[in-house]
């Protein structure tokens, strides 16, 4: 069964650091790969998404990911980060299954932004 | 205004109750999902509608039941709620040209007391 490992369940980091959340995905066929925000009292709102071509997809306020085959990996990655960005990051792989897309979410990781 | 709008936002019902939980859209979507949203546990499928006469069970759709009762609607029903049911609920729609984006509601908070 296809799955998302995602590795960190909660990330502390102070304001203006670097930070990156970690995905793995178990996948044997093509991969279409997501990165989902939630903040709190929200529903889930896209980041960005990875369905072919370049390897590094740039996604909404600042943060970008890398497609890794050999790694199985779609880390998140965000150069400085904001207390704004305080919230719970899900990464999820498209499958098809009994000739239906759906997606499957790992179960989250909560980002902190201290200052 | 929100394209995926769910109602109630919260709820708190007894053990035993039938609750119905609504979604609607207007994004014209046909293809149309509930989750269950626990503290980490990540979201959960319960059930999807690809169209109006499409209903599809999901990996928790014990316990559940839905009506799609027209393209830009979605309901998930509790016929006896329990504790255990406790979670936040999302609906979420997508778009065969979008493959396999989705876009979400606010979520409904449920409360099984």
């Known amino acids: 069964a296809q799955s998302v490992t995602q590795l960190d369940s909660q990330v502390p980091v102070f304001e203006e650091a670097p930070v990156e959340l970690r995905c793995n995905y178990s996948s044997s066929v093509s991969v279409y790969l997501f990165w989902y925000v939630q903040y709190p009292n929200q529903g889930l709102q896209l980041l ?3 369905l072919s071509g370049s390897t590094l997809v740039k996604g909404i306020n600042g943060f970008e990911a890398e497609f890794n085959k050999s ?6 990655r965000k150069p400085s980060v904001h207390i704004s960005d305080t919230a719970e990051y ?8 009994g000739g239906s897309e759906k997606l499957v979410f790992g179960k989250g990781t909560k980002l902190t932004v201290n200052p | 205004d929100a394209d995926v ?19 609607s859209q207007t994004k014209g979507h046909d293809r149309m999902y509930w989750y269950r ?27 559940y ?3 799609r009762q027209a393209q830009a609607k979605f309901s998930l029903s509790l016929e006896s709620a329990i504790p ?3 979670a936040l609920y999302f609906c979420a729609t997508s778009d065969l040209r979008d493959g396999y984006e989705q876009y979400f509601g606010p979520g409904t908070r449920l409360t099984v007391t």
């Open chain 1, 71 to 76: 790694q199985t990996s779609f880390h998140l």
């Open chain 2, 65 to 67: 039941s839905v009506s």
């Open chain 2, 84 to 86: 255990n049911q406790t």
């Open chain 2, 37 to 63: 949203q626990d503290p980490g546990l990540g979201l959960r499928l319960i059930y999807y509608s690809f169209d109006v006469k499409d209903i599809n069970k999901g990996e928790i759709s014990d316990g």
């Open chain 2, 5 to 23: 709008t769910q109602t109630p936002r919260n709820r708190i019902t007894k053990t035993g109750k039938r609750i119905m939980l609504e979604c």
């Open chain 1, 90 to 97: 899900f990464c999820a792989v498209g499958i098809t299954q």
């Open chain 1, 48 to 50: 960005l998404k990875y």
